[in-house]
């Protein structure tokens, strides 16, 4: 992906800036790229890069995403814009080797409201390297049940600082 500029409809008016990059005070960069579909109007984080060294970055947030199986539409600005992707995940990874090691990832899965015919998340599943937690479920009688659980903020050991802020649960 490349940085992105503003989008511009037909009638050249920017509606929409995504962000490019980001720099604090001590000159901590985060970029920001984009999956553009200008057909159908569908723009998507694709990944985030965080952590540099020089010009290369050291971590990275990546958003991977499926085919919708209830692709919608919506306008704005008087253009059509069309929804054919979902987000399936989100990992962060540490680029530091050209392998792009994968430190933690959140895993969604979806179901069908019989009612609308619309994607819902179903669970939510935390892995850390090879090994993942059961799936934690959306439904709401699930949701009470594990309310009153001792389970502590975070089940896992954060190995990376980098990280700790991005999959702490809170």
Not at 94 to 114: C, D, F, I, P, S
């Amino acid at each position: 992906g490349q940085l992105e500029k503003p989008v511009v409809n037909v009638e050249s008016r920017s509606y929409e800036w995504r962000v490019a990059e980001s720099v604090d005070r001590f000159d901590n960069k985060i970029q920001y790229y984009y999956h553009d579909d200008d057909e159908d109007g569908e723009y998507l984080i694709g990944h985030i890069n965080y952590n540099f060294v020089g010009a290369e970055p050291l971590n990275k947030v990546q958003f991977l995403y499926e085919t919708r199986p209830d692709t919608s539409y919506s306008f704005f600005a008087g253009q059509r814009n069309r929804h054919t992707m979902r987000l399936k995940s989100v990992a962060g990874l540490t680029t530091a080797t050209t392998l792009g090691v994968k430190q933690r990832e959140m895993k969604l899965t979806y179901t069908t409201n019989a009612a609308t015919g619309e994607s819902r998340v179903a669970s939510v599943q935390e892995c850390v390297s090879y090994w993942c937690a059961p799936a934690t479920s959306t439904n709401s009688s699930a949701a009470r049940r594990n309310s009153s659980s001792s389970t502590p903020k975070s089940a896992f050991p954060c190995t990376s600082s980098a990280f700790k802020h991005l999959f702490t649960r809170n």
